[in-house]
């Protein structure tokens, strides 16, 4: 039986890039408050476990970047940048 929390979600993917797209003006400044980000997206019903669980998908998969770790900071790479639509999150889930 799968564990709903531990799948996946090609709009909640995507949901998460988008805020973050927010957080760093277009990819212009670091992503710094991370805590905000979630909270946004989290009032759309989804679980805090749920919003982590993408959040390491993008990490693991290089997606995002810490740059800093006094304070946390974190970036897009060139991969991540890469993610414009639903479609690019749903292959970027299915892809790897």
């Known amino acids: 039986m799968s ?7 090609h709009s909640i ?3 998460l890039v988008k805020q973050l797209w927010i ?3 277009d ?3 670091p992503i710094i408050n991370l805590g905000a980000c ?11 476990e749920v919003i982590l669980n993408h959040w390491s998908f993008l990490m693991e998969h290089s997606f995002v970047e810490q740059v800093s770790e006094n304070p946390p900071q974190y970036q897009f790479t060139e991969k991540g ?3 414009q639509t639903e479609k690019d999150a749903l292959d970027s889930i299915s892809g790897l």
């Open 81 to 83: 940048k890469r993610i």
């Open 3 to 9: 564990n709903p929390e531990n799948e996946l979600n």
């Open 38 to 48: 979630f909270f946004e997206i989290s009032k759309g019903g989804i679980s805090k």
């Open 13 to 15: 993917m995507f949901r």
């Open 23 to 25: 957080e760093t003006a």
């Open 27 to 29: 990819f212009k400044k």
